[in-house]
């Protein structure tokens, strides 16, 4: 009876680690499409791989992380699928999000299954091209402001500046325009539009020369970038204050209202008792 027993748990121990090994029979996913290190892939690009999985029946999850970031590219999706003992079975998948061109991208695929077993593939790369596809893209946002950030003694006739870009234009679309609209106020909650010269109230220029600066002022500024697509993307908000720099003034340092005349009587009275002195 005892041997009986044992050998009907010894037969349950065998069946459970088969049962065990199965559990994790997930594969890291492997032959990447686009290939490893690949240039020139076309921005509208379908993304493979071939996946692994020797149990029949058993629930798959292939998650999908895509990105510009090396070590953390997003998470973008997953697809389940069962396995039904498919050797190297291929796997496909549209990204949601818009490639840029002549841009790195990192991907890779984590596989697991309903036993909580996970399989990470290696993290993959290549460059997008500067062929277009038929996508539109919206501008990128305008950066490199002048007068800096914060910036502060800036000139009542500051002019201002920013770098702006497109990917459109940057993938060889030459057809496309980059327009600019100007915000313009002394507080966050106003900033009215200033340009006006070009379509929709924009300029075409990456400069704006404002009219009416005033001492002593804060500004709040914003340039948002539109496309001939229609398509805009806004800009941060900057700030710079118009203040006078004593050190800076061809007048010999005298603040913004004052003339170096105005400080002589005080210079005479901080003197005064030296002179006193002298003569006793």
């Known amino acids: 009876m005892k041997r009986k027993l044992f050998g009907f748990i010894m037969s349950c121990a065998f069946l459970f680690g088969l049962s065990a090994v199965s559990w994790g029979a997930v594969r ?18 379908t993304i493979k791989w071939t996946g692994t999985d020797t149990t029949a029946s058993d629930d798959v999850t292939y ?5 510009t970031n090396e070590s953390a590219p997003a998470y973008l999706g997953s697809i389940r699928t069962v396995s039904q003992d498919l050797t190297n079975p291929t796997f496909e998948y549209a990204p949601p999000v818009k490639l840029l061109p002549l841009t790195t991208y990192y991907w890779k695929i ?26 539109q893209y919206e501008p990128y946002p305008a950066t490199d402001p002048s007068p800096d950030h914060g910036a502060v003694y800036v000139a009542k006739n500051a002019v201002l500046s920013w770098t702006g870009k497109d990917p459109n234009i940057i993938g060889g679309d030459t057809s496309v325009k980059l327009y600019y609209e100007v915000r313009l106020g002394t507080s966050l909650a106003d900033m009215p539009i200033v340009t ?57 340092g005298a603040s913004e209202g004052c003339s170096a005349a105005s400080f ?4 005479l009275l901080l003197l005064a008792p030296l002179f006193l002195l002298r003569r006793k």
């Not at 890291?28 to 690009?45: D, G, H, I, Q």
């Not at 299954?113 to 993290?123: E, F, L, M």
């Not at 109230?201 to 020369?209: E, F, M, P, W």
């Not at 002589?264 to 210079?267: D, E, F, I, T």
């Open 264 to 267: 002589a009587p005080l210079s």
């Open 28 to 45: 890291p996913a492997s032959a990447p499409t686009p290939a490893n290190e690949a240039t020139e892939v076309v921005c509208n690009t």
């Open 196 to 252: 006006s010269s070009g379509k929709g109230g924009t300029i075409s220029v990456n400069q704006y020369v404002p009219t009416s600066l005033a001492a002593n002022t804060k500004y709040y500024w914003q340039v948002n970038s539109i496309n001939s697509y229609g398509l805009r993307t806004n800009g941060p908000v900057w700030e710079f204050t118009v203040t006078h720099d004593p050190w800076n003034d061809p007048s010999g």
């Open 110 to 135: 984590v596989t697991s299954d309903a036993y909580g077993n996970v399989a990470n593939s290696p993290t993959w790369v290549f460059i997008t091209g500067n062929t277009f596809p038929d996508n």
């Open 63 to 67: 998650a999908i992380y895509l990105g």
